[in-house]
C-alpha cells in the first residue's frame, strides 16, 4: 500500500520561508516522479512543482518559479520543497503525489498525500 505524508506545513509571515517534506512508502521510491500540488479556498488544485525519479528534471509553475526548489532524497524516500519569500497567495492546502512521469496534470499521478496546511500572512 502506497503512502504519503506531508509535514512541515505552518504560519508564516509574508517573505519567510518554509520546507515542506513528504515521505513515502510501499512502492520503490526511486522509479517514479514526484510533485506537488496546492488548493486554496473556494479554489482549483493547481500545480506547484513536480520531480523526476533521479532529481535530475524539476519543473515549476511560473507563480513559484524563482522562489520554490524541489528536491528528492531517494535513500530516504523523501521529496523536499522549500519555499522562499512566501506570499500570502501561497495560501493553500499542499498535496504531494507519485507517479510514473513527471507532469503538471493531477491525473498523471496515481496516488496522493493528506496534505499539509501553509498560511502566510500579510
Known amino acids: 500500500q502506497v503512502q504519503l505524508v506531508e509535514s512541515g506545513g505552518g504560519l508564516v509571515q509574508a517573505g519567510g520561508s518554509l520546507r515542506l517534506s513528504c515521505a513515502a512508502s510501499?512502492?520503490?521510491?526511486?522509479?517514479?516522479?514526484m510533485g506537488w500540488f496546492r488548493q486554496a479556498p473556494g479554489k482549483e488544485r493547481e500545480f506547484v512543482a513536480a520531480i523526476n525519479w533521479s532529481g535530475g528534471r524539476t519543473i515549476y509553475a511560473d507563480s513559484v518559479k524563482g522562489r520554490f526548489i524541489l528536491s528528492r532524497d531517494n535513500a530516504k524516500n523523501t521529496i523536499f520543497l522549500r519555499m522562499s519569500s512566501l506570499k500570502p497567495e501561497d495560501t493553500a492546502v499542499y498535496y504531494c503525489?507519485?507517479?510514473?512521469?513527471?507532469?503538471?496534470?493531477?491525473?498523471?499521478?496515481?496516488?496522493w498525500g493528506q496534505g499539509t496546511q501553509v498560511t502566510v500572512s500579510s
Open positions: 510501499g512502492r520503490t521510491f526511486s522509479s517514479y516522479a
Open positions: 503525489a507519485t507517479g510514473g512521469l513527471v507532469a503538471t496534470i493531477g491525473s498523471e499521478y496515481d496516488y
